[in-house]
């Protein structure tokens, strides 16, 4: 399995060019991810927002976050490798305290008080970044059936990440499946918390593959610290020269 | 005369502008906007928004101020042109102007709708910094029972006035999300503009 994940991630890799992060998107294989997308919208209208609906109105929001806070708590050791491999010792440092505390004090992750009373705020990061910050560049866009909006690098990292968590060695059955069941519970239960935004971007936009190509990209390249375009630029000094030059 | 000199000035600065783009970031004399300018701008701005999302008035009533304080604080013109992207081109004057107003009450009513989550909430504004030619003003909400997001306003001066000219939430730019469905929406409408102005007026 890791063999396979490895040849994958390589064979990925090469086909992702040096150039890419910026505007716009490169996506030469439209027609088929918009029949996954077609198939993505399917999943979600007929299995996953009536479950996320149901979970949303089962519990508490105070219990859903909290087995939201527990998933992301899981999450943490892949981020110290991430922030490891990235040379980010500082990140790497908070979010290990931040595992020990919420692992400890805040029963499992269920609590947050690294973040309320110590001040460390988790530093998201993934494999993907990574890839980022090694001076990969994004590759061509790809919507992934049940996953969703990704580009080659990204998915590369998605596959990566299912490897670089240490508690997934560390733990034998059934602790093993903790964390893998709090990850999918958080997402449904994101689903459920932001269901006026994704309702908005699915079921009322214009083009919800085009919506959610862009909404993606802007979004993984914010998170990513990826600068203005020049393109981008250009066009806004341009427009005001246009409409306010002398 | 006077007019011939003045086209002659415009055409030599346009020249100098694409030569080099370094002139573009330079301020353009008494005019030129401040960190400061842009920040108190942009708290007025989330000041507006804070005390519309707790009036406790009905929806038609706020979503009427927040196309006041749009129009007021945002660059319609430019949002509004970068969404129509090339197909501003070929528009004539009158189709401007008509579009422009048509999607100052589209925003206003579509994203007025969304910041009814809002209720209860505060948004303050933490930093500003420059940006290529422009002021980012960095806003943080502090939300009921919810994580705080990031806001920025983007300001530049144009024709004398300090406006914002795009808001992005957690890096997604407004305009760029609507310049995506103008685009969409015109493609439906096999790229009459007349149509997608006379649709915009009810949309959103």
New interface residues.
């Given amino acids: 399995m890791k063999f396979f994940a490895t040849l994958m991630a390589v064979g990925f890799l090469s086909a992702c060019s040096q150039q890419g992060d910026g505007s716009g998107h490169r996506d030469p294989n439209e027609d088929v991810n918009r029949r996954t997308h077609a198939f993505n919208v399917a999943v979600d209208r007929n299995l996953y927002a009536p479950a996320s609906n149901a979970y949303g109105k089962g519990l508490s929001r105070n219990t859903r976050r909290g087995i939201g806070r527990a998933a992301s708590n899981f999450a943490l050791p892949g981020r110290v490798v991430n922030n490891l491999l990235q040379l980010d010792l500082e990140g790497a440092a908070r979010n290990s305290f931040r595992f020990l505390i919420n692992s400890t004090l805040g029963f499992g992750g269920l609590g947050d008080p690294a973040g309320n009373d110590f001040g460390l705020e988790e530093e998201t990061t993934d494999f993907g970044e990574t890839l980022y910050k090694w001076g990969f560049g994004e590759g061509r866009y790809v919507e992934l059936p049940f996953v969703g909006p990704s580009t080659e690098r990204h998915t590369v990292g998605r596959v990566v990440d299912l490897f670089t968590n240490p508690l997934g060695y560390a733990l034998d059955a059934p602790e093993n499946l903790l964390s893998p069941t709090s990850q999918v519970l958080a997402k449904v239960g994101s689903r459920y918390e932001y269901a006026a935004t994704i309702d908005a971007l699915l079921y009322e936009s214009e083009d919800s593959y085009a919506q959610a190509r862009n909404l993606y990209l802007q979004q993984r390249r914010y998170e990513l610290g990826v600068d203005v375009s020049v393109e981008e630029t250009d066009e806004i000094d341009a427009l005001f020269e246009e409409l306010y030059g002398e | 005369m006077v007019n011939s000199s003045?086209i002659s000035?415009?055409g030599f600065?346009?020249g100098l502008?694409a030569t080099t783009?370094v002139v573009?970031l330079a301020p353009t004399g008494a005019m030129a906007l401040t960190a400061q300018q842009a920040s108190s701008l942009v708290a007025e701005v989330v000041a507006e928004i804070t005390s519309i999302i707790n009036s406790g008035q009905s929806e038609s009533r706020m979503l009427n101020r927040f196309e006041r304080v749009f129009k007021r604080y945002a660059n319609t013109?430019?949002i509004a042109?970068?969404c129509l992207g090339a197909d501003a081109r070929r528009a004539s004057n009158s189709q401007k102007r008509a579009f422009v107003q048509a999607f100052e009450g589209y925003i206003a009513r579509k994203y007025g709708r969304?910041f009814r989550?809002f209720i209860g909430g505060r948004i303050d504004v933490q930093n500003v910094r420059q940006?290529?030619?422009?002021f980012e003003v960095n806003a943080r909400t502090q939300l009921q029972?919810?994580a705080p997001f990031s806001v920025d306003f983007l300001v530049?001066e144009?024709?004398g006035r300090n406006l914002f000219?795009d808001m992005?939430i957690?890096?997604?730019?407004l305009t760029?999300?609507e310049r995506?469905?103008i685009g969409?929406?015109l493609?439906?409408r096999g790229g009459d503009l007349d149509r997608l102005i006379s649709d915009l007026r009810s949309a959103g």
């Fill in positions: 003045s000035r415009r600065t346009t502008l783009s573009a013109t430019v042109f970068r969304r989550e940006v290529k030619s422009w029972g919810s530049k144009g024709g000219f992005l957690e890096g997604i730019s760029r999300v995506e469905e969409a929406m493609d439906s």
